[in-house]
């Protein structure tokens, strides 16, 4: 912990000198924190999902692990497949698992998850621009990677797993470091740098015929990006979730709640600042889970029935060692992506950790 706070005071002293020395120039700092933002090393746990009762964990060069919720044991590790370096971002839809090495090259794979033990590789490793920071999301036949400062892709799949040949591209600012696509397939919400030091989101609408993916609104946020916290290639700390019409943002001033019912009209329901930085976030069933390590790490529960006014539920302490890049809400338990130590797992009626 005193490593982590060294750091974040010396690049604090980094932006600013650099805006000191050039009032205006917020792209310095910018410049600061991309350099010397964290990497995930190869083992660390960076990004979860939760399919049943079943949370997938990336794990950088080892790969993907495929976590029993139930019973709180691990079930297997599969390693990037042949042709891939790294499973660094996952999403899940329609049964498939979508991973994604997200360090140049980029690499996208499809599995089918019906085995949950043994997942069966479907497609790829098919290529993809990414950089430095990307993601991965997917819905309803269609398949988003998010690109960082290369293009944004867009492809079609089928219940097999099989991509199809048509990819259609997006370029939203100087970079799209991360992706949500809505349940219905044909709305997706993009973390986007659009210039200097101003980041914010991008709503887009998808097509299907002909493929496309088109700019609709932006929301500016009052942050950088580089949220103390975060991490390369794939938690870059604008993480947006989705309940119903109401899109979840978890940035560098806390958690964010928008009206996202209408694409060209967003609206800020309500904003709420939290003991932690957020750099993630989920939601299930009216609560919203949210997770970061600054000033130190902790899992934030809130009720968001009225997006208006959500309240916290309770705040829980995590390791001090705890890097917590990633979180996911089960039926009945919060798993939590915490770097080097693994997968830490939650109770949802309580503050005690069921498994470490």
Same mark, same amino acid.
């Given at each position: 912990?005193?490593?982590?706070?060294?750091?974040?005071?010396?690049?604090?002293?980094?932006?600013?000198?650099?805006?000191?020395?050039?009032?205006?120039?917020?792209?310095?700092?910018?410049?600061?924190?991309?350099?010397?933002?964290?990497?995930?090393?190869?083992?660390?746990?960076?990004? /979860?999902?939760?399919?049943?009762?079943?949370?997938?964990?990336?794990?950088?060069?080892?790969?993907?692990?495929?976590?029993?919720?139930?019973?709180?044991?691990?079930?297997?590790?599969?390693?990037?497949?042949?042709?891939?370096?790294?499973?660094?971002? /996952?999403?899940?839809?329609?049964?498939?698992? !979508?991973?994604?090495?997200?360090?140049?090259?980029?690499?996208?794979?499809?599995?089918?998850?019906?085995?949950?033990?043994?997942?069966?590789?479907?497609?790829?490793?098919?290529e993809v621009p990414v950089g430095p920071f990307s993601g991965v999301s997917a819905a309803a036949g269609h398949v988003v990677v998010s690109g960082g400062t290369s293009a944004l892709t867009l492809r079609t799949y089928a219940a097999d797993g099989s991509l199809g040949a048509d990819v259609a591209?997006?370029? !939203?600012?100087? %970079?799209?470091?991360?992706?949500?696509?809505?349940?219905?397939?044909?709305? &997706?919400?993009?973390?986007?740098?659009?210039?200097?030091?101003?980041?914010?989101?991008?709503?887009?609408?998808?097509?299907?015929?002909?493929?496309?993916?088109?700019?609709?609104?932006?929301?500016?946020?009052?942050?950088?990006?580089?949220? &103390?916290?975060?991490?390369?290639?794939?938690?870059?700390?604008?993480?947006?979730?989705? #309940?119903?019409?109401?899109?979840?943002?978890?940035?560098?001033?806390?958690?964010?709640?928008? %009206?996202?019912?209408?694409?060209?009209?967003?609206?800020?329901?309500?904003?709420?600042?939290?003991?932690?930085?957020?750099?993630?976030?989920?939601?299930?069933?009216?609560?919203?889970?949210?997770? %970061?390590?600054?000033?130190?790490?902790?899992? /934030?529960?809130?009720?968001?029935?009225?997006?208006?006014?959500?309240?916290?539920?309770?705040?829980?302490?995590?390791?001090?060692?705890?890097?917590?890049?990633?979180?996911?809400?089960?039926?009945?338990?919060?798993? /939590?992506? #915490?770097?080097?130590? %693994?997968?830490?797992? !939650?109770?949802?009626?309580?503050?005690?950790?069921?498994?470490?």
């Amino acid at each position: 912990m005193q490593r982590k706070t060294a750091e974040m005071r010396a690049t604090a002293l980094l932006c600013l000198l650099a805006v000191l020395a050039c009032p205006g120039c917020g792209w310095l700092c910018v410049a600061v924190h991309a350099a010397g933002y964290r990497v995930t090393d190869t083992g660390e746990a960076g990004n /979860v999902v939760v399919h049943g009762e079943v949370a997938y964990v990336t794990r950088a060069g080892l790969g993907l692990e495929i976590f029993d919720l139930e019973h709180g044991r691990q079930l297997a590790i599969i390693p990037p497949p042949r042709g891939s370096e790294s499973i660094d971002d /996952v999403a899940v839809a329609d049964g498939l698992l !979508f991973l994604l090495d997200a360090g140049p090259p980029g690499h996208l794979s499809v599995y089918a998850a019906d085995n949950r033990a043994a997942p069966a590789l479907r497609a790829g490793p098919l290529e993809v621009p990414v950089g430095p920071f990307s993601g991965v999301s997917a819905a309803a036949g269609h398949v988003v990677v998010s690109g960082g400062t290369s293009a944004l892709t867009l492809r079609t799949y089928a219940a097999d797993g099989s991509l199809g040949a048509d990819v259609a591209t997006g370029d !939203f600012g100087r %970079g799209q470091p991360d992706v949500l696509l809505a349940p219905d397939g044909h709305r &997706a919400f993009v973390s986007t740098h659009f210039r200097g030091p101003h980041f914010g989101l991008t709503t887009a609408q998808i097509t299907s015929a002909p493929l496309s993916i088109v700019k609709r609104s932006t929301i500016d946020l009052e942050t950088i990006g580089f949220t &103390a916290g975060g991490a390369k290639p794939a938690n870059f700390p604008i993480e947006t979730a989705l #309940a119903g019409d109401v899109l979840l943002v978890a940035y560098a001033r806390g958690l964010a709640l928008v %009206g996202v019912s209408a694409l060209d009209h967003p609206t800020i329901l309500s904003e709420v600042r939290l003991a932690v930085q957020p750099v993630n976030v989920d939601v299930r069933d009216g609560v919203a889970a949210v997770v %970061g390590s600054s000033p130190t790490p902790a899992l /934030v529960l809130l009720d968001i029935d009225n997006p208006a006014a959500p309240k916290v539920i309770r705040t829980v302490p995590l390791p001090e060692d705890a890097d917590a890049t990633g979180v996911a809400i089960g039926a009945t338990r919060v798993v /939590v992506a #915490a770097g080097a130590r %693994g997968v830490l797992l !939650f109770s949802r009626g309580s503050e005690t950790s069921v498994a470490d």
